[in-house]
């Protein structure tokens, strides 16, 4: 997600504070976070996750989406954030049909 430069460090204690407890109990475990220039006024932090498998992942959406804690924060979060997204990745050896 993309911030102006003040808010980072807000965000980021935030999100150890608020929201990183509930995503360990859902099975996440942070791999690593990142901060890279967006611009003269703004950073994106990239977020990496780590999930045993793919039952892990949909066992993981399930307990957030039942979660108002985890609504809650990204909802203040996209009130004065430039831009969120978020991916799902796999390893390219797990996909189906993958050749070398």
Known sequence: MT???DQVAWWLG???DR???GAQRRGMRLE???RSPAGRDATTVHILWVLPGIRAF???RGAAAADPEV???WAATDGYALERQR???QPA???VGVSA
């Open 71 to 73: 609504a809650a924060f």
């Open 93 to 95: 050896e797990a996909g």
């Open 3 to 5: 911030l102006t430069n």
């Open 32 to 34: 690593r976070v990142w």
């Open 58 to 60: 949909y066992a993981m």
């Open 87 to 89: 991916r799902a990745l």
């Open 14 to 16: 935030q999100f150890h």
């Open 19 to 21: 929201y990183l407890p």
